[in-house]
């Protein structure tokens, strides 16, 4: 268990790593940030600030010598900088989650492999294995890059009579998975946390609207049947237990209808804090950051409970500047994290609106 | 209306500090500390420490420079360092709030000026005044330093057969007041927040507990009945509104025994964030410390909802070692301040617990 005023290191410098850090410190541990922005924004809460990049070894030796356990707010810290750093001191969740859950296909397979549903999919390397795909898995279907998309970048919807092969090529024949168009009722997400020892604690089943590919609300309790919420809830502790994972998890879901009744597909694995669990912030006795915090710092998890029905909304680019209009709105929140230039798709800040009595 | 990024400096640097520099940081504000501590807790979770006495006036001046506007955590800043401030940023609340509060006779006769009751008091600057003082309220009474106690620190009980001569020698026959000894039922405390253009926005009643003088645990809703509870409200509105406050000022009481019926009295202001608005934190949608910020800042003031009962136990000296056994608690939430040694009767933490169904 590290003691009150241990250092922790976040890698990266954007507003998960910002919420981690102000989480830390309300327990009293410390944050040294790692990342190689200049106006990386959670430096601004932290007492200590490397800019580097992820290949500078002696940024990250002097780094590594500072902290008491190392951990990441997004998951494409390079697979060879994270293993640097475990070698040195503890690095959590452990660098072998990354391996799998930076290839989109090597993560479809870990999860399907644990007997979980997903949407089907095949992995596409050659024009042979495109064709290959398209005629298993059907149209419409979602050709997407195994490494490095998100908020929906690198990756092409395949419409009935489009052609496959030009959206391999958008996508600069990058090794891709084909994955079969899922038409889903409803995203869900859960956010599990687990510690080393393997106590669980989920935080419950939140849905999400995304715009544009970008989360823009989720809502919390789901409109979801209970069964199906419970069984996602499984779903997030298997996964996290098969990697034997330390911190928060999230798992992204679609709800599907089944015959007639429903079931949940798995769609994507975040080994990190996540967008969908910030109404935990301000809307629980515990958020998804301190949660984390807490499995990496050997500290028991809490045990989180609601303040009531919960909404919360990202403010996206422009969108921030409406923040002044939800000051003064009755149980609303409103975070900002810190950024400078409002570009479109760039996530300024969230607003939290909790309704007590429902 | 300050905008994101702009720069807020606080002097002072303890754990109201550091709280509300957390909360500017939720709010995209960045914060600087002014502290003539080494260790200074808040210096944490700011981008910007300067560590100088209050009489350093060229350290005042690049401080002054460095910030958009200037508040304080503490009532015992300098006078002087606080107008040498003023003439260069604003400074919220307004210098001239510390005057009157720094000295317990100018806030009594203050408050009392207002028709709002207090106990019996008078001044003691003789061993004339201290005979006059005792014929006039009697004993028990109790013998306070003008300046600078808190925390039952400057202050002695003077019971009936006790030489009031041998208390206020005690006190170094400092400037005192002797006040009346009141035989309260229990201690309240009302957190009000006011803008500069007359917004004022007031926490619910908090029943307040002590041990050795030092707040140990807050309750709300506060045992009071509910046309003293609003009494209590409106006379800390009323308070605020005298001295045109701008920010988080906090009002401590006593309820007393009237006859068949209840009244209180008011008996301490601080014209900052309070330990008895802790609470906010963790138990409603807005806390005290956001309150403060948007106050200073120019921005309206949140509608703070209550997420339910809420006790807040304030962990002090070797108490903080019992913060493992918080963390499993459903509901509880463990605030920890960022400070070394826990020495007796220092504030290094606290818990808060939220009752929803309650």
Same mark, same amino acid.
């Given at each position: 268990?590290?003691k009150?005023?241990?250092?922790?290191?976040? !890698?990266?410098?954007?507003?998960?790593?910002?919420?981690?850090?102000?989480?830390?410190?309300?327990?009293? !541990?410390n944050?040294h940030?790692?990342?190689?922005?200049?106006?990386?924004?959670?430096?601004?809460?932290?007492?200590?600030? @490397?800019?580097?990049e992820f290949?500078?070894?002696?940024?990250?030796?002097?780094?590594?010598?500072?902290?008491?356990?190392?951990?990441?707010?997004?998951?494409?810290?390079?697979?060879?900088?994270?293993s640097? !750093?475990?070698a040195?001191?503890?690095?959590?969740?452990?660098?072998?989650?990354?391996a @799998?859950t930076?290839?989109?296909?090597?993560?479809?397979?870990?999860?399907?492999n644990?007997?979980?549903?997903?949407?089907p999919?095949?992995?596409?390397? @050659?024009?042979?294995?495109? =064709?290959?795909?398209?005629?298993?898995?059907? !149209?419409?279907?979602?050709?997407?890059?195994?490494?490095?998309?998100?908020?929906?970048?690198?990756?092409?919807?395949?419409?009935?009579?489009?052609?496959?092969?030009?959206?391999w090529?958008e996508? #600069?024949?990058?090794?891709?998975?084909?994955?079969?168009?899922?038409p889903?009722?409803?995203?869900?997400?859960?956010?599990?946390a687990? @510690?080393?020892?393997?106590?669980?604690?989920?935080?419950?089943?939140?849905?999400?609207?995304?715009r544009?590919h970008?989360?823009?609300?989720?809502?919390?309790? =789901?409109?979801?049947?209970?069964?199906?919420?419970?069984?996602?809830? #499984?779903?997030a502790?298997?996964?996290?237990?098969?990697?034997?994972?330390v911190?928060?998890?999230?798992?992204?879901?679609?709800?599907?209808?089944?015959?007639?009744?429903h079931q949940?597909l798995?769609?994507e694995? =975040?080994?990190?804090?996540?967008?969908?669990?910030?109404?935990?912030?301000?809307?629980?006795?515990i958020?998804?950051?301190?949660?984390?915090i807490?499995?990496?710092a050997?500290?028991p998890?809490?045990?989180?409970?609601?303040?009531?029905?919960?909404?919360m909304?990202?403010?996206?680019g422009?969108?921030?500047?409406?923040?002044?209009?939800?000051l003064?709105v009755?149980g609303?929140?409103?975070?900002?994290?810190?950024?400078?230039?409002a570009?479109?798709?760039?996530?300024?800040?969230?607003?939290t609106?909790?309704?007590?009595?429902?």
């Open positions: 268990m590290l009150p005023g241990a250092t922790i290191g976040i !890698l990266g410098g954007g507003q998960l790593g910002r919420m981690l850090a102000q989480a830390a410190a309300r327990l009293g !541990l944050c940030v790692f990342s190689s922005e200049a106006n990386a924004c959670s430096a601004q809460v932290v007492p200590r600030f @490397t800019r580097a290949s500078d070894h002696a940024a990250l030796e002097k780094f590594a010598q500072d902290c008491d356990v190392i951990t990441y707010e997004f998951e494409n810290v390079p697979a060879e900088s994270a640097f !750093l475990a040195r001191k503890p690095v959590l969740p452990d660098p072998a989650v990354l @799998t930076q290839d989109r296909l090597i993560e479809k397979s870990f999860v399907a644990l007997g979980i549903p997903t949407a999919f095949a992995g596409v390397a @050659t024009a042979a294995e495109l =064709a290959a795909a398209v005629a298993k898995i059907g !149209l419409p279907a979602v050709l997407k890059t195994r490494r490095l998309g998100y908020d929906g970048k690198g990756q092409m919807t395949i419409r009935p009579g489009d052609s496959p092969e030009k959206a090529s996508l #600069r024949q990058a090794p891709c998975i084909l994955e079969g168009f899922v889903f009722e409803r995203e869900l997400s859960v956010v599990v687990r @510690t080393r020892d393997g106590a669980v604690e989920c935080f419950e089943v939140t849905e999400n609207e995304h544009n970008i989360l823009h609300r989720s809502k919390v309790p =789901a409109a979801a049947p209970a069964a199906v919420a419970d069984e996602a809830r #499984r779903i502790e298997r996964i996290a237990g098969a990697f034997e994972y911190g928060v998890l999230a798992v992204e879901l679609f709800l599907v209808r089944d015959g007639i009744g949940v798995v769609n694995i =975040a080994p990190r804090v996540h967008n969908s669990g910030h109404w935990t912030l301000d809307g629980a006795s958020s998804q950051f301190e949660q984390h807490r499995g990496i050997g500290w998890l809490g045990k989180p409970v609601r303040h009531g029905r919960v909404e909304t990202n403010l996206i422009p969108e921030v500047e409406t923040y002044p209009q939800w003064s009755p609303a929140t409103v975070v900002l994290y810190g950024k400078g230039e570009r479109p798709g760039r996530k300024m800040g969230h607003v609106r909790v309704f007590r009595d429902e």
